[in-house]
C-alpha cells in the first residue's frame, strides 16, 4: 500500500484503535462518558502513531513484502507505541486510568493490523502470480544486460511483468531464441501488433542514437520505458540521481545522513539519549565501577584508539572486563570464547553489554552516535581493508554503540562479510525508524546476544 492508499490504512489503523479503546472502555464502565484525561491521552496517541508510521515502513506493503519483515515491523511499531503510551500516563499521573483500558485496546489493535496486512499481502502475491494486473513488457537489447532482464522477470512472478518478447539488432544468442520478436526497425509495427505497456532498454550506451530513437518513440506512443545502464555491474544495487549545476550525475549510495536535515535529527535523538542514559544510569554506572575496583587491580575504565567517522582517531572509553595488559596485544588480539584474559566480573560485563555504557559520554562529545558500525581498532581497520574492498565505506558514518550487525547476531568471532553487509544496508536505509528498531532488537532479541564474549 503507497501513496494514497497509506493514508487509507493509516486511518484505518486509527479508526480500529479507537474501536477497541471504546469497546474496551464500555465493557470496564458501560456507556458513561469518557473522561477527559482518557480523550487527551487518545489525541496523544495519534501524535504517536504519526510520527511512528511516518519513520516506518508498516504503511507501505507491495507484492515483494516479506510476511516475517512485515509482522516484525508492526510489531515493533505497537511495542514503541505502547512504551510511549505507559510512559506517558506515567509521567502526567493525571491522565491514569486503568492499565487494562490501555494495553488491551493496543493488543487488539496490534493483531487486527497484523491479519490486515499479512491477508493483503497474500492477496497481492496470489493474483500476481496468477497473471493478475500483470503489465506486458517488450525488451530492447542484447547481451548479458538483456539476459539478466529475462531471467529475472520470469524467475519471479511476483514482480508483475510479462514478458512480451525481445527486439535486438541482430539475431541474439540462442538462449533467447524463442524471446525474438524483430529487429529494431520492427519496433513501430511490434507496438501496433502487441499490446505493450512498458519498455525496458538494455542497450549499451555507446548506441546513444538509437536509445534516443526508442525513447522518442516511446514518449510518442505514451509508453513508460526503464533504461538498464550497461555499467550496472560496477555501481551497487541503489543509486542516487543528483545534479551538478545542469548536468545529471549518479550516486552510487543512497546516504540519508548525507542530508543536514538527517544528520541534525540523529545529532539530537543521540544527544537525547545518551544525557538521558548518563543520569537515570548513575546509580548502575557506579555499582560496576565498585565491582571493577574490588574483584580486579587495575583502572576501572579501558581506553582504547578506534577508528571513527570519516576514517578519523578517537579514544573508545569501556568498562575494564579483562586484566591489564600491554597495548600491543589490547589492540592486535581477537577476544575468543573463554578468553582467559577476561576477569570473572568481566565475563557478566561482556555478556551482558553493561561494559559498553561508558560509551554514553563518547556519544556525548560527538565521537559516536547511539546507533552505527561498531568502531575498530586500527590493526583490523588496515587487515580487513585488504580482505574485504567495501570495508571503509562503512566509516562514513559515525560509529555505534550499537549497530545492525550486533542486532543481528554479527558479533564476536563471526563474520566479517555478514557484518559489513549490515553495516552497508545501515548506511543506505538510514532512518530514525531504523536506529529505534535497532535498539529494541538489541535489548531483547535473543540473537542480538547470542554471541556475547
Known amino acids: 500500500m503507497q501513496n494514497g492508499n497509506s493514508r487509507i490504512l493509516f486511518i484505518f489503523d486509527l479508526t480500529i484503535m479507537f474501536a477497541f479503546f471504546y ?68 509521567i502526567f499521573g493525571e491522565f491514569r486510568p486503568n492499565d487494562k483500558l490501555i494495553l488491551y485496546p493496543l493488543l487488539f489493535s496490534f493483531i487486527m493490523s497484523a491479519v490486515l496486512r499479512l491477508s493483503y499481502l497474500a492477496f497481492l502475491k496470489y493474483f500476481s502470480k496468477h497473471g493478475f494486473r500483470q503489465k506486458s513488457v517488450l525488451l530492447i537489447g542484447s547481451g548479458r544486460s538483456a539476459q539478466l532482464v529475462i531471467s529475472k522477470i520470469l524467475s519471479d512472478p511476483a514482480l508483475g511483468f510479462r514478458l512480451q518478447g525481445l527486439l535486438c539488432e541482430n539475431p541474439p544468442e540462442p538462449r533467447l531464441d524463442k524471446f525474438y520478436l524483430g529487429a529494431l526497425t520492427d519496433f513501430p509495427d511490434i507496438l501496433r501488433r502487441h499490446r505493450i505497456d512498458e519498455v525496458i532498454i538494455a542497450k549499451p550506451l555507446s548506441e546513444e542514437n538509437a536509445i534516443r530513437r526508442i525513447v522518442k518513440r516511446c514518449e510518442e506512443e505514451g509508453l ?28 552510487a549510495r543512497n546516504e540519508p545522513l548525507n ?32 565491582g571493577i575496583k574490588i574483584t580486579s587491580p587495575g583502572p576501572i575504565l579501558f581506553r582504547q584508539k578506534r577508528i571513527g567517522n570519516n576514517n578519523k582517531e578517537f579514544t573508545l572509553c569501556k568498562f575494564r572486563s579483562m586484566i591489564v595488559q600491554p597495548c600491543r596485544e589490547s589492540d592486535t588480539i581477537w577476544t575468543r570464547p573463554h578468553d582467559r584474559r577476561v576477569t570473572p566480573f568481566g565475563k557478566l560485563l561482556r555478556q551482558t553489554n553493561l561494559d559498553e555504557l561508558p560509551q554514553l559520554w563518547n556519544v556525548l562529545t560527538g565521537d559516536m552516535s547511539i546507533v552505527g558500525p561498531r568502531p575498530e581498532r586500527e590493526h583490523f581497520v588496515e587487515k580487513f581493508s585488504l580482505e574485504i574492498p567495501n570495508y571503509r565505506i562503512r566509516h ?52 542480538a546476544w547470542k554471541n556475547a564474549i
Not at 236 to 241: A, F, S
Open 224 to 251: 513508460r520505458f526503464y533504461i538498464v545502464p550497461d555499467f550496472y555491474n560496477i555501481i551497487p544495487k541503489w543509486t542516487v540521481l543528483n545534479s551538478l549545476g545542469d548536468l545529471p550525475v549518479i550516486a
Open 259 to 290: 542530508i543536514f536535515g538527517n544528520r541534525m535529527i540523529k545529532r539530537a535523538f543521540d544527544i537525547l539519549v545518551a544525557a538521558a542514559g548518563l543520569l537515570f544510569l548513575a546509580p548502575v554506572l557506579l555499582i560496576i565501577a565498585i
Open 396 to 447: 562514513r558514518v559515525k560509529s555505534g554503540i550499537t549497530g545492525l550487525a550486533q542486532a543481528n547476531g554479527w558479533r564476536g568471532n563471526t563474520s566479517i562479510q555478514k557484518r559489513i553487509e549490515n553495516d552497508l544496508y545501515y548506511l543506505e536505509n538510514w532512518s530514525l525508524w531504523l536506529d529505534l528498531k535497532i535498539i529494541v532488537l538489541t535489548l531483547f532479541s535473543r540473537t
Open 23 to 90: 469497546g474496551v472502555f464500555a465493557h470496564y464502565h458501560g456507556h458513561a462518558m469518557i473522561p477527559v484525561r482518557g480523550i487527551i491521552l487518545m489525541g496523544l496517541l495519534v501524535l504517536y502513531w504519526f510520527l511512528i508510521s511516518v519513520n516506518a515502513d508498516i504503511l507501505k506493503i507491495s507484492r515483494l513484502s516479506g510476511k516475517i519483515k512485515l509482522l516484525k515491523d508492526i510489531l515493533i511499531a505497537y511495542s514503541l507505541l505502547s512504551t510511549l503510551a505507559i510512559a506517558t500516563v506515567a
